[in-house]
């Protein structure tokens, strides 16, 4: 398939650091660019391990923020310049900045990804502004054109937590299924299958 420069695809995360919904950005930006389509990978902090998986089909943008909540004003510059037409972010803090920008710029489809029940882990966490990220999600996530939630769990949280259902789709974590299969033919160091003393 050839690009097609009219379906600009971005992936907005908050960095590339070592968690799973980090990495599944990667995966997703990779897969989509090697569908064709034109995919800009956007993360707000210049941070992560995962740089060295990017395709080289993938354009890399970094708004160069210390926090996702400060890289509003560099995303509405890169929606303004950019003009894509589907953002998908990832992660609590992207999510709301997507949202919050789309009230000014609505040229896109905003389709925002929940991984974590939230109104659990965060209701009583040390960090007074992560505790708000519940009641943040209840009022502004309704906004989002879709919600992806990564398991039926989450998204009845969502849900219990007052954003509307008609919003929420499941779709599962993607899996690198042949990197799967290749990982498995390699030897394990780990010295539990080396000294073969411990039964597994």
């Not at 992660?91 to 939230?118: G, Y």
């Not at 966490?125 to 990564?150: E, G, K, M, N, S």
């Not at 919003?167 to 299969?181: Q, R």
């Amino acid at each position: 398939m050839g690009t097609n420069t009219q379906y600009l695809i971005t992936i907005f995360v908050q960095n590339l650091s070592g968690g799973g919904a980090e990495r599944s950005a990667v995966v997703l930006a990779n897969a989509i660019a090697e569908r064709g389509y034109p995919v800009h990978l956007v993360i707000a902090k210049n941070e992560g391990v995962y740089f060295n998986e990017i395709s080289n089909k993938v354009t890399l943008f970094c708004l160069n923020s210390k926090r996702t909540v400060l890289s509003f004003g560099a995303w509405m510059g890169y929606l303004k310049r950019h003009r894509p037409l589907v953002v998908f972010s990832i992660l609590e803090n992207a999510n709301l900045v997507a949202i919050w920008a789309r009230f000014f710029i609505r040229s896109h489809k905003l389709i925002i990804s929940e991984r974590s029940i939230n109104s659990l882990l965060l209701r009583y966490h040390p960090r007074i502004d992560l505790r708000l990220i519940p009641l943040l999600t209840r009022l502004f996530y309704r906004y989002a054109d879709r919600i992806v939630a990564v398991s039926h769990g989450v998204a009845q949280d969502l849900i219990q937590n007052g954003v509307p259902a008609d919003k929420i789709v499941v779709i599962y974590n993607p899996l690198e299924i042949a990197k799967v299969i290749e990982l498995s033919q390699q030897p394990v160091v780990h010295p539990w299958f080396r000294e073969k003393e411990y039964p597994l």
